[in-house]
């Protein structure tokens, strides 16, 4: 098995945390600072710059150094990873320059390494730098990522457990990490199993996705927002519940379009195959297009034919399902 154990904080000059995957990149980043703050780096200044940026207020920060010796650590993240094209590639290669024993820099880059290593500026500036890729975990990786994350919480968790946790969660670190963090507040047993995540889970949430499923199954237009709501206010995360509406609406289609899909619910296949023959096919595939639009707006990304909230995304999609139906 893959180690995904947390190596200790090694605080350098100057760090390039560039990647994917949020979770490791907001937990390098935290346990930079919490070592930083341990070593009297006690001035902290944050940027966020684009290629259209002015980059005086990073210059001004770096040679604005205390009289009363105090250190300092930046904090600079290029939000669409490109610097521009002369006067980000030079404050950055400066900064790279000036880093030293009481002056330390984190840059934040998003995007995959590999496109960074082929561009000139990032070439200039990497000799000075510890870099950390925060790449995704692999499918293939995630249920060893799952227990040993559980195992850093001081539990075991059966194999059905992780397997149901990197299910739900569609492989997002994010979510996988807070429901791993939920179950060590919520139990003290030493090995969990799929029936204690399932009660846990139960006991927890006043709405629970299954609920929104039925909700929408039966055309309940008014339960259905009700629940969206609900799951928004109990900081509830998207991919953790998507993948049970996607496998609904994949199943609707397949049935309106003639196929027999495997759903091992009689009572589920039943609500299934009614709203699959009560919606056109052309509203069912709109539904999935939106539902995929949920899933990138979750994730960050835009997209411009959308309402850009995840949340009011999903409660149109679900709600164009319980319109009034042939």
């Not at 293939?140 to 457990?161: E, F, H, T, V, Y």
């Not at 990197?166 to 919520?186: D, H, R």
């Not at 927890?204 to 499923?213: A, E, Q």
Request: hydrophobic share 45%; with cysteine.
């Amino acid at each position: 098995m893959a180690n995904f154990t947390r190596p200790p904080v090694q605080l350098n000059p100057l760090t390039i945390i560039v990647g994917e995957e949020d979770l490791i990149a907001i937990e390098t980043q935290d346990a930079i600072r919490g070592e930083a703050a341990k070593r009297g780096f006690t001035e902290r200044v944050s940027f966020n710059f684009d290629g259209n940026s002015d980059y005086s207020p990073l210059l001004l920060s770096m040679g604005d150094m205390s009289l009363f010796g105090e250190k300092k650590l930046i904090e600079v993240r290029l939000m669409t990873g490109n610097p521009g094209l002369k006067k980000g590639p030079e404050a950055l290669l400066e900064m790279a320059q000036s880093v030293g024993d009481d002056l330390i820099a984190v840059l934040t880059l998003p995007g995959a390494l590999w496109e960074y290593q082929k561009k000139a500026w990032f070439k200039k500036i990497t000799p000075y730098a510890k870099i950390v890729n925060a790449a995704p975990v692999s499918r293939s990786a995630l249920p060893g990522w799952i227990k040993q994350r559980a195992l850093q919480n001081g539990q075991k968790l059966s194999n059905d457990a992780v397997n149901f946790i990197a299910a739900s969660t569609e492989g997002n670190l994010l979510a996988c990490a807070q429901e791993i963090n939920k179950l060590a507040l919520l139990s003290d047993k030493e090995v969990i199993d799929y029936s204690d995540l399932v009660d846990a889970i139960s006991d927890t949430s006043r709405f629970s996705p299954p609920d929104l499923s039925d909700a929408i199954l039966a055309g309940d237009a008014p339960r259905v927002s009700k629940i969206i709501d609900g799951l928004k206010g109990e900081n509830v995360q998207i991919p953790a519940f998507l993948w049970m509406l996607n496998d609904d609406i994949r199943n609707m289609i397949a049935i309106n379009r003639g196929a027999n899909p495997y759903i091992p619910f009689p009572t589920k296949k039943a609500q299934l195959t009614r709203l699959a023959h009560a919606v056109p096919l052309s509203r069912l595939e709109t539904v999935a297009q939106r539902y995929s639009n949920v899933e990138r707006l979750s994730k960050g990304f835009k997209i411009s034919s959308s309402i850009e909230d995840a949340w009011q995304e999903l409660k149109a999609a679900a709600l164009l399902l319980c319109i009034k139906r042939k």
